[in-house]
Each structure stands twice: as structure tokens, then as C-alpha cells.
């Protein structure tokens, strides 16, 4: 090795041999300007760059490490398990803790599959809806995200919202035809060829936007009433928002279950669930389809056991106060500069919009967008040295690694940034 790699130097040889530079399009820097830094490591809030810069870090993997980077139980149990061998093709005894855990966490879910990615839990729970049901129309909501399978890519918020796709090249026509995209926080008309609706509890993939009231037990209601399945995508949601995640916390049942992020501990790891002759649809017992040859991989059900173990009550308490501290200061920093901005904050999540009135749905979200105010926001903290994702459609990732020390400090710089925004 001659010269030590620096942020330029790794990008500029990353873009001559993967697209964009990247191994997933968030993270690319297109809608921001500029170019990714090259992370070397993380410890708790923070992640140091190739260059020995450090972030205080509020990208978190998109969610996944919310107990902070490299946390020293997860990293021994990851360790512990590679030494024991890292994938068998036979069953583990970590797939059915796992399994346990988050079966005893989510009232009405009774069984799980284990997989490897957000993406394959979603579309496989649209699978066994419309298996179960013999129907094929799939509801889902603008601006909501459900992974990059084609049936689902439709309308879809984060990475195609980022990069202003309506959808993706490459999805035939067929694919989609059976996907209706209705907007957010409106219950639809659900017709009887409806095999279900899916829905991101929260939405958290245009910014955060929180369900109205009457929004998801209207869906509730709407889906019984057409023998249509409803399915929580809690990907994000899902043991990052409360113990049972958002069905638990809104007291709303859905037939199917997705999740994935928070429950792997970091590794790819994620999980579709539901009532048990829903899941009993699936092959062996049934004649949906579904398989991975790494799914449950012992590393990944190690680090999620782990992550999850560490996730009582009292946790989920400690990480609301935090949220809403940093909701309260950024809400003032905001106002103290003459910054129009909403901060919504639901329980553990927070979003930042830069609007004036409450943002229901993903129309909101983009006028957020296109006022142009997130590149500069973004960069102005990067250059502060606090790490936000490089999209105006993500929200905020603090975690339980966040002191109020570091919360503190990221309300700090906020002011400082929206001051030189409200300067011009
Ligand atoms: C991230 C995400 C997905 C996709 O998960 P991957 O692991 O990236 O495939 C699906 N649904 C929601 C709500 C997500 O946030």
C-alpha cells in the first residue's frame, strides 16, 4: 500500500467498480452534493472516517444498530458464535430463541420465518397474503417503503423518493398491475379482489409521519370488512418504537408482520410473521414458497438475540426521553433561528421537515423536500461533525447510545447551522 485511502481516493476507486460508488443508493450523496465519507469504525454514537474524522452518528445503519456501533455484548456474541461456525444449512437453536423472543413480544404473532433482509420479509408476507387469500391487488401507501422487490416498488418513499424516481426501470408493467398506491393516512376503498394492505405503521420513509388517529384502526376495520389481510411493515418500527412494537403500541392487530433493522443487532438479518394458520401457508406445512440459504444464519440470530435481550421497558423509556429531548431542543434551535421546521416525534422516532404546518402524508413530505432546505441543513451539521443520511426523506436514527451529552451537542450545532440557513 502506498498512500493511506482517503475519503476522495476510496470514492473515486468505489465508482470504477460498483454503481454510484455504493453498495445501496442511500447512501450515495446525489440528492445532497457532495461525496460519501468512507467509515473505518464506529463506538457508540460515533463513526470514524478513513481519514480519523469523527461523527456523531444519526445514521445508526439506518436503524439497525440502535444500541450504538460496536456495542461490547453484541460484539462478544457475534465472536462467540463465529467460533462456533457461521452457517450449517440445518437448524440452530438461536432461530428458535430468536423466534421465541419475538413471538413473546408481539401479541397475535405467533409464528415467525426467519430471513436476511427487510425486502424479503415484505415480500414474502405478500406472498402468503395472497396465498392464503387466492386474491393478487396489494394496497400500499405513498411514500411508504416495503424493500425493492418489484411488486412493492411502486409509489415507494426513501431511496426512490431521494433520487426522484416514480418507481424503478426495469419493473414490467405485470409486476405492478395488481398494486394499487393510495395516499397516506386516508383509509381506502378496499375491493374484494384486495389480498391485503400493507402499511409502514409510522411512516418512516418520507420523513416521519405519524398515523392519524382513526388511520390504522380504520384499516383494521376496512380489511375485515373485505376479507382482506392487513400486514404492518415495522421494519423500522418493530423494537424500535416499544417492546411490541407498533401493533403493540397502537393496540392494532394486523394479520402479518414484517421486521428487520433493529432485530438483527447489525447483521442482515429480518422476519415475517402471523397468525398460525396464516404462517402454516407457508412450505413445508403449506404451498407457499419461501427459502434462503442463509436465513437465520447463527451470526446474525446471535447479534439479534443479543440487541434484543438488551430491549426491556426500561430501555424503550430511556430512548423516548432522549427523542424527546432532542425534539424539544431542535424544535427551539429551529425557532431561535427563524428556521421554519416541524419536528414530529412519535414515542422513539423523530423526523425534521422543513415546512410549517404538521406533514400527514407524502405530498407533505415532498413540499419538505423541494424547499431545498435538507443540503444544506445536512452538510452544514456534517461539516459540524454530527453524521445525518444523505436524504431529505429519512428520518433521524439517536439511539440508546446517545447521551444527553450527545444530544445536547447535536441541539448545539443545529442552532449554529440554522442560524447561517436563516442568514442566507
Ligand atoms: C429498510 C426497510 C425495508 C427494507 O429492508 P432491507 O433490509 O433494506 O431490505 C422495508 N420496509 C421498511 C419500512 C424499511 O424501513
Not at 417503503?145 to 424503478?168: F, K, N, R
Amino acid at each position: 500500500m502506498a498512500e493511506a485511502a482517503t475519503n476522495a481516493s476510496l470514492f473515486e476507486r468505489a465508482c470504477a467498480v460498483t454503481p454510484g460508488g455504493v453498495s445501496s443508493p442511500v447512501r450515495a450523496f446525489r440528492s445532497v452534493g457532495g461525496a460519501p465519507y468512507f467509515v473505518a469504525r464506529g463506538e457508540g454514537p460515533w463513526v470514524w472516517d478513513v481519514e480519523g474524522r469523527r461523527y456523531l452518528d444519526l445514521v445508526q445503519s439506518y436503524g439497525p444498530a440502535i444500541h450504538g456501533h460496536a456495542h461490547p455484548r453484541i460484539v462478544e456474541a457475534v465472536r462467540a458464535a463465529a467460533l462456533d461456525g457461521s452457517s450449517f444449512g440445518a437448524p440452530t437453536e438461536r432461530e428458535v430463541l430468536l423466534a421465541e423472543e419475538i413471538t413473546g413480544r408481539v401479541p397475535g404473532c405467533d409464528q415467525v420465518r426467519l430471513v436476511s433482509s427487510g425486502t424479503e420479509a415484505c415480500m414474502s408476507a405478500v406472498r402468503v397474503a395472497r396465498g392464503a387469500t387466492g386474491r393478487d391487488r396489494v394496497v400500499l401507501f405513498e411514500g411508504c417503503y416495503h424493500g425493492h422487490s418489484d411488486g412493492l416498488l411502486a409509489g415507494g418513499g426513501s431511496g426512490v423518493a431521494t433520487l426522484g424516481l416514480p418507481s424503478s426501470a426495469g419493473v414490467p408493467a405485470g409486476a405492478v398491475a395488481d398494486t394499487l398506491v393510495v395516499p397516506y393516512n386516508a383509509v381506502p376503498a378496499i375491493g374484494d379482489d384486495v389480498a391485503c394492505v400493507i402499511v409502514e405503521p409510522v411512516a418512516a420513509n418520507m420523513g416521519l409521519v405519524a398515523p392519524a388517529p382513526e388511520f390504522l384502526p380504520g384499516l383494521r376495520d376496512a380489511c375485515d370488512a373485505a376479507g382482506a389481510l392487513l400486514v404492518f411493515d415495522e421494519v423500522i418500527t418493530g423494537f424500535r418504537l416499544a417492546r411490541g412494537g407498533a401493533s403493540a403500541f397502537y393496540g392494532v392487530t394486523p394479520d402479518l408482520w414484517c421486521f428487520g433493522k433493529v432485530i438483527g443487532g447489525g447483521l442482515p438479518l429480518a422476519a415475517f410473521g402471523g397468525r398460525r394458520e396464516l404462517m402454516e401457508q407457508l412450505a413445508p406445512l403449506g404451498p407457499v414458497y419461501q427459502a434462503g440459504t442463509l436465513s437465520g444464519n447463527p451470526l446474525a440470530t446471535a447479534a439479534g438475540l443479543a440487541a434484543l435481550e438488551m430491549l426491556d421497558d426500561a430501555a424503550y423509556d430511556e430512548l423516548a426521553g432522549r427523542v424527546a429531548r432532542l425534539g424539544a431542543g431542535l424544535t427551539s434551535a429551529f425557532a431561535a433561528a427563524g428556521v421554519t421546521a416541524q419536528v414530529p416525534v412519535v414515542g422513539t422516532l423523530v423526523g425534521v421537515f422543513f415546512v410549517a404546518e404538521p406533514v400527514t402524508d407524502y405530498a407533505g413530505a415532498r413540499a419538505s423536500a423541494d424547499t431545498g432546505s435538507y443540503p444544506p441543513f445536512m452538510h452544514g451539521l456534517l461539516d459540524a461533525g454530527v453524521a445525518l443520511p444523505p436524504g431529505a426523506y429519512e428520518i433521524l436514527f439517536p439511539g440508546l447510545a446517545h447521551r444527553d451529552a450527545e444530544i445536547d451537542s447535536v441541539v448545539e450545532a443545529v442552532g449554529e447551522v440554522a442560524a447561517r440557513m436563516a442568514a442566507g
